[in-house]
């Protein structure tokens, strides 16, 4: 019976995990048969790209790690010779504003008045009470990461995820990174069929 009662404790925070996850957005070529997908490999980025962005190299780090860990889980494998699939990825950090609407309130206050017939002086409380909305708009770093993957005999993409998620500098951490790939392939089903 103990065991029942603690269930509901347990899975709390699988829950609440997952509500606070970012949406993701998948698209896949259904006539691609993904059961004859096996192996794959990363596209390299442009060579003068990367000069001009050290900080890339981390970022491109990350990135691969988190989504080769997802891949390795669905039994897929990385090879650098005539891979199945071919894999990239992109992050966009750009500003945004966002409309912000806080409740408003009155102050509480209270009200002395003389009530003659009793000959006494008494107190009204008033609480306070919601007023309406106070709009403003706020400046943030929104991260988009987009994967794609591309088989690799036709160069047609069949399959790409991407999230968008508020990020706190324009480098992108490693959590947010791990945080958007499991967003993202949370909706990886292609091996179910």
Request: one cysteine or more.
């Amino acid at each position: 019976m103990r065991v029942l009662k603690a269930i509901p404790v347990l899975l709390l925070p699988v829950l609440l995990a997952i509500g606070c996850a970012t949406t993701a957005y998948v698209e896949k070529d259904e006539t691609a048969d993904f059961s004859r997908y096996q192996t794959y490999a990363w596209i390299d980025s442009d060579k003068n790209e990367d000069k001009k962005n050290r900080h890339a190299d981390l970022m491109k780090k990350n990135v691969q790690e988190a989504v080769n860990a997802k891949l390795q889980k669905q039994g897929w494998r990385e090879v650098k010779n005539r891979p199945d699939v071919l894999i990239s990825y992109d992050m966009l950090v750009e500003k945004s504003t966002r409309e912000l609407s806080n409740p408003v309130y009155s102050m509480p206050f209270r009200r002395v008045y003389y009530n003659p017939f009793y000959r006494r002086f008494g107190t009204i409380y008033y609480p306070s009470r919601f007023m309406g909305y106070d709009y403003n708009t706020a400046t943030v770093q929104e991260g988009t990461l987009t994967i794609t993957m591309v088989d690799a005999k036709t160069d047609k993409t069949i399959w790409q995820g991407w999230t968008t998620d508020d990020v706190n500098s324009r480098n992108v951490t490693r959590k947010e990174i791990q945080s958007s790939v499991n967003s993202i392939f949370r909706k990886f089903d292609v091996v179910k069929k």
